[in-house]
């Protein structure tokens, strides 16, 4: 199982810190002290491979359409409107994903990014009604063929550090890497009222390949 380039480096740690405690209890006589020790280093090993993981997916061969950028569940669907990047009402949905998910980000759209805005926040739990505008995130707008969306990194309670490789100017495609938020957060994706909804309220999504949005 690919582990992905975004988090090796903390995997990496976390991986060695699980072994090291694994070798170290194997030396204790103590068996009330040894099995939970032993216990625990794999568990917490076994999550950081889980956590960590990047498999493959397979993007829809279609243009009209944005794909979720985020594995998890569907936990807001609503009309809003938006002043950062689209300018316009829009409809929003936001993505949950739990530490058991994947977190590597993908791309939603083919198109340029034109908008890219950093801001430290607060952590409140990702699934939270303000997170959106109250938390730790990244906000990415990319114009395509068919018009502006935008969609963001969330920081959430335990999640404290977004990767985003992504800067303005780049050419990007539908269902490409480009980043990821450890430890539990969310997505939001925001595009104009022309679009139409294909998923609903506590769906559960796929990064790169569950049609979010289609347009004809």
């Known amino acids: 199982m690919m582990i992905t380039k975004y988090g090796l480096s903390t995997f990496l740690f976390c991986a060695g810190f ?39 997916r397979n993007t829809p061969d279609k243009k009209n359409v944005i794909v979720s950028p985020a594995d998890g569940e569907i936990v807001i669907v609503k009309d809003v409107i938006d002043n950062e990047f689209l300018k316009e009402k829009g409809k929003q ?17 083919d198109g340029k990014v034109d908008y890219f805005n950093y801001l430290k926040g607060e952590y409140l ?37 977004i990767v985003c490789s992504i800067q303005v100017g780049d050419s990007v495609k539908i269902g490409e890497r480009f980043g990821m938020i450890k430890f539990g957060s969310r997505s939001d994706v925001i595009v104009p009222t022309n679009w139409k909804l294909k998923v609903k309220l506590g769906d559960k999504v796929t990064a790169g390949e569950t049609i979010l949005f289609e347009i004809e």
């Open 93 to 109: 949905i936001s993505i949950f994903m739990s530490p058991l998910n994947v977190h590597v980000n993908r791309i939603p759209i």
């Open 125 to 161: 739990v990702a699934f939270h009604e303000k997170a959106d505008k109250r938390n730790e995130r990244t906000e990415i707008g990319i114009t395509s063929k068919y018009g502006k969306v935008f969609f963001t990194q969330v920081a959430g309670f335990i999640a404290r550090r």
């Open 18 to 56: 699980s072994v090291i405690l694994i070798i170290f209890s194997l030396f204790i006589q103590n068996h009330w002290i040894k099995y939970p020790i032993l216990i625990l280093s794999i568990t917490f090993l076994l999550f950081c491979i889980n956590f960590f993981r990047d498999p493959e």
